[in-house]
């Protein structure tokens, strides 16, 4: 995951994910997101979104193009297209995780919630800081917030989040598990 400002005062999030081990590993599994942000009133908001996930011999794509002063955002997944009334604030998936830190770094406490971008609407996710605990990484043990995805039918998913609480709460740790019980977890490897 590289999180960077671009020269325009907006901000980049790209992350890739691959799978390594079991039949992630043997399908060759690979996922890339990219969105560009922008801040606008002080609050983070999606400009444009791109998702690609490989697998064996198929490939999905999806993406979000949100343009404010036609007060619109389109939605492309499965080539099928959506257009959704522009929402001041709105987030694609990926960049939820970025208002989450900045959130907490900002302070705010109890439940944060934000509008995220879906294939045919907005809808709001919510999120509660729980414990500090320590979690081994691959730069040794560190104190970490963890965070979870309060859904309000969860059908067996769940997504938890340990964010560094002594590193500004970078994302040291990401774990999604599907109702099928299939578990993507993401761990961080440095901060730089």
Do not use: C
Not at 119 to 139: K, N, S
């Amino acid at each position: 995951m590289v999180f960077s400002r671009r020269p325009d005062g907006g901000y980049d999030l790209r992350s890739v994910t691959r799978g390594t081990e079991g039949v992630a590993a043997i399908a060759g599994v690979s996922i890339e997101e990219r969105s560009r942000l922008r801040l606008a009133d002080g609050k983070l908001e999606t400009v444009d979104y791109r998702y690609k996930q490989e697998l064996a011999f198929k490939s999905r794509d999806r993406s979000v193009q949100v343009d404010a002063a036609a007060g619109q955002i389109t939605s492309m997944d499965k080539g099928q297209s959506t257009l959704i009334k522009y929402q001041p604030g709105a987030l694609d998936r990926n960049a939820v995780t970025v208002a989450l830190v900045q959130d907490l770094v900002a302070g705010r406490k109890g439940d944060l919630t934000y509008p995220v971008v879906e294939r045919d609407g907005i809808v709001v996710q919510r999120y509660r800081p729980q414990a500090t605990e320590m979690l081994a990484t691959a730069m040794g043990k560190q104190r970490a917030l963890r965070v979870e995805r309060i859904r309000e039918s969860s059908d067996g998913r769940t997504t938890l989040l340990w964010l560094g609480a002594d590193r500004g709460f970078v994302p040291l740790k990401i774990t999604q598990t599907e109702a099928n019980g299939e578990t993507v977890e993401m761990r961080v490897t440095a901060i730089r």
